[in-house]
């Protein structure tokens, strides 16, 4: 063993202090896996958050019914038309008694005026006494002014129903009765177009063919119709007859 010492600024390759070099070890060939961060929600998973077309409890899809139902959810009891029961937070249905009476007061409004103007006007003539009445008055229906004042007859129901209708759904009869006309699906006052439809059904049967009868039809499809007691005219208009009390 030599006493001599290592050249300056050259440590011997033994030497316990000298710095090692790095690892060049070369890495291996498996794959490595990325770092972990924090689990993150899945887009389309189910968690609380969850997606907009999932069924969390996250408040949910509209379309999957999470949440809140729509207020005319079809998937209620449901109306003769869609949506959900039109009643529901509506008054009561009017009563048949005060719908009749409501009908009378209406016609009357309108009939006592015709009848004196066309007295005045000689739309009929109730001063002939010939013997034979009815034939008297089937030629007098026959005659082209009698059915001119039929037409303005016919004008004048149909234009008072459908303008009190329309305007707050009372006329005088049911402002008289407390009662209105609503729309079935949501309880408003009827457009323009739903007034008219609901007048023409009710009076131009009445006042052109058969008054007796088409009364006696209307009468029995309110008695017998549920839940909603529509008469045909109501139908057509897809109205519903509602108690207006305050």
């Not at 089937?138 to 009190?164: C, E, F, H, K, P």
């Not at 039809?217 to 007859?241: C, E």
Request: with cysteine.
């Amino acid at each position: 063993m030599s006493n001599e010492p290592p050249p300056p600024g050259e440590p011997p390759e033994n030497d316990p202090f000298r710095k090692q070099p790095p690892d060049s070890t070369p890495p291996s060939d498996g794959p490595q896996q990325p770092p972990q961060g924090p689990p993150q929600d899945d887009p389309y998973g189910s968690g609380r958050s969850g997606s907009p077309y999932g069924s969390g409890q996250g408040g949910g899809s509209p379309y999957d019914g999470g949440g809140q139902p729509p207020p005319y959810d079809a998937g209620g009891s449901g109306g003769p038309y869609g949506g959900a029961d039109p009643l529901a937070g509506m008054p009561p249905l009017a009563d048949f008694g005060k719908r009749f009476l409501a009908r009378v007061i209406d016609a009357l409004i309108i009939f006592v005026p015709l009848l004196l103007i066309s007295l005045l006007a000689g739309g009929w003539d109730v001063t002939t006494d010939d013997g034979d009445d009815w034939d008297s008055f089937t030629n007098q229906v026959n005659t082209g002014r009698q059915w001119l004042w039929s037409l303005i007859s016919l004008v004048a129901y149909v234009g008072y129903d459908t303008i009190m209708t329309a305007r707050n759904g009372q006329s005088v009869g049911k402002r008289l009765m407390k009662i209105r006309v609503a729309m079935l699906n949501d309880g408003s006052v009827p457009d323009s177009s739903s007034s008219l439809l609901r007048a023409v059904v009710l009076w131009v049967p009445a006042l052109v063919c058969c008054f007796c009868l088409w009364w006696i039809v209307i009468i029995i499809t309110i008695l017998v119709d549920k839940p909603y007691k529509q008469g045909l005219h109501d139908k057509a208009g897809k109205t519903v007859v509602v108690s207006a009390a305050q």
